[in-house]
């Protein structure tokens, strides 16, 4: 009879044939007997099947059309066959998993340090013109982008739909800001004016803001929600009040915020500077230890050190108190355009028009990761979400309520480019 083992399934078979006591008789049931008579006398075992014989009280007499015939090798085939099957399933399941890890609704806390690798979730399509500034909702899984096509899109960034257009400016926007409860939308433009947009009814515009001499770069609400700030190429900072449209202000400075008293200059790069943001209150051990600076000082007040990107493609991190530079960042090779600092404050992002998004370990001041090709022209925005406390949404993306009113931070970024696009990465 022709086997039905490979040639490693008989010396397998063969070392536990050899063994001192190869079957114990008292847990084997002599239907297995049989099976194994058979097996040792296909294959001229004689001495073993005449020893098994004695060993269990059985006369077998070889019969090829008997059950037990070919009967061990077939079973050891079917054990090889759903090992094969096991490890098949195991190996899916292990995909499965991963999946579900990555899952919007399962983002685990454990992946407090994301930062974006390629390739992203979504790239948003649609604006006819370079993309200048995207901002997340602080609520609603909503991102806008400004463009230079002269109209502000709302997206969905967990589907990558698209929701809408808002049409009012008449040249190119610049900026696009929510207010902390997200009710409202600030925007400014090129043809010198800000607006402002109701969210809650369907993003209506309510107000057009006039003053400025020369194109609006930003404009941003301040944390109270009362307080427009913006400043434009005309070389001045105006604060407007929300509820009058009313400009307070006219002179180009850099102030505390709480107390009024002006601020100094921040001199030091070596062309014109393309943006700054202040750090948050969680990057301060990490910028400290940087600077050699003292690693017991627990001031927390906000807006302590800040981050500056140029033209010179060099970010400079500043202690603000003294208007020292702190630290040099220095690897991208072009125009740095943007910047943002992780939630966990581990972590400055950057992106810039040499196409990279590159992320700096504030602790050691080496970047530590670099998206090549972000996009396929300049990247000049970059955001990341964020979610106040009242919506629920946290860390890890899952949803759950809070009542301390604090904004947090959620595993998304959205990055815009003069390619035209929005790209949205997450975890």
């Known amino acids: 009879?022709?086997?039905?083992?490979?040639?490693?399934?008989?010396?397998?078979?063969?070392?536990?044939?050899?063994?001192?006591?190869?079957?114990?008789?008292?847990?084997?049931?002599?239907?297995?007997?049989?099976?194994?008579?058979?097996?040792?006398?296909?294959?001229?075992?004689?001495?073993?099947?005449?020893?098994?014989?004695?060993?269990?009280?059985?006369?077998?007499?070889?019969?090829?059309?008997?059950?037990?015939?070919?009967?061990?090798?077939?079973?050891?085939?079917?054990?090889?066959?759903?090992?094969?099957?096991?490890?098949?399933?195991?190996?899916?399941?292990?995909?499965?998993?991963?999946?579900?890890?990555?899952?919007?609704?399962?983002?685990?806390?454990?992946?407090?340090?994301?930062?974006?690798r390629a390739p992203p979730r979504h790239v948003l399509t649609g604006h006819r013109g370079v993309v200048n500034r995207v901002a997340f909702h602080p609520v609603f899984s909503i991102v806008v982008s400004a463009s230079e096509d002269a109209t502000i899109k709302t997206w969905d960034w967990e589907t990558g739909e698209f929701e809408g257009t808002l049409?009012?400016?008449?040249?190119?926007?610049?900026?696009?800001?929510?207010?902390a409860k997200g009710d409202l939308l600030v925007s400014c433009s090129s043809d010198l004016t800000i607006k402002l947009w109701d969210v809650q009814h369907e993003y209506k515009n309510i107000k057009t803001?006039?003053?400025?001499?020369?194109?609006?770069?930003?404009?941003?609400?301040?944390?109270?929600?009362?307080?427009?700030?913006?400043?434009?190429?005309?070389?001045s900072i105006r604060v407007w009040d929300v509820a009058t449209g009313a400009c307070n202000d006219h002179t180009a400075?850099?102030?505390?915020?709480?107390?009024?008293?002006?601020?100094?200059?921040?001199?030091?790069?070596?062309?014109?500077?393309?943006?700054?943001?202040?750090?948050?209150?969680?990057?301060?051990?990490?910028?400290?230890?940087?600077?050699?600076?003292?690693?017991t000082d627990r001031n927390k007040t906000p807006g302590l050190y800040i981050a500056t990107g140029a033209r010179d493609k060099i970010i400079k991190l500043w202690d603000v108190t003294t208007g020292q530079v702190l630290r040099n960042l220095a690897g991208h090779t072009n125009w740095v355009r943007a910047l943002v600092f992780h939630p966990t404050g581990k972590f400055l992002l950057s992106a810039a028009d040499d196409y990279s998004i590159r992320v700096w370990d504030l602790k050691t001041g080496r970047c530590t990761k670099v998206v090549d090709s972000a996009h396929s022209h300049f990247v000049g925005t970059m955001s990341w979400g964020r979610a106040s406390a009242s919506s629920g949404v946290i860390a890890d993306g899952t949803m759950k309520s809070n009542d301390d009113g604090v904004e947090r931070k959620i595993n998304v970024l959205a990055t815009g480019s003069v390619d035209l696009t929005i790209k949205i990465w997450t975890p």
């Open 209 to 235: 803001l006039v003053g400025h001499d020369h194109v609006v770069s930003t404009a941003r609400f301040m944390p109270s929600g009362d307080l427009i700030v913006s400043a434009s190429r005309d070389t």
């Open 253 to 295: 400075r850099v102030w505390d915020a709480q107390t009024g008293e002006v601020k100094m200059d921040f001199l030091g790069h070596d062309n014109v500077v393309e943006m700054a943001v202040f750090a948050p209150v969680a990057a301060y051990p990490y910028i400290r230890e940087l600077a050699g600076l003292s690693t």
């Open 1 to 116: 009879m022709a086997s039905l083992l490979s040639e490693r399934q008989k010396e397998e078979l063969e070392r536990v044939r050899r063994q001192p006591h190869p079957i114990s008789v008292a847990l084997v049931c002599p239907s297995r007997h049989r099976s194994i008579l058979d097996y040792l006398h296909s294959q001229n075992f004689t001495e073993a099947f005449d020893a098994l014989q004695t060993e269990c009280g059985i006369q077998y007499t070889p019969d090829p059309k008997a059950k037990y015939s070919g009967l061990l090798e077939k079973k050891w085939t079917s054990v090889i066959r759903l090992q094969k099957k096991i490890m098949d399933l195991e190996n899916r399941n292990a995909l499965l998993v991963e999946e579900l890890s990555v899952s919007p609704g399962r983002r685990a806390t454990s992946q407090a340090d994301w930062v974006p």
């Open 167 to 179: 049409k009012g400016h008449t040249r190119a926007v610049q900026d696009v800001d929510f207010d």
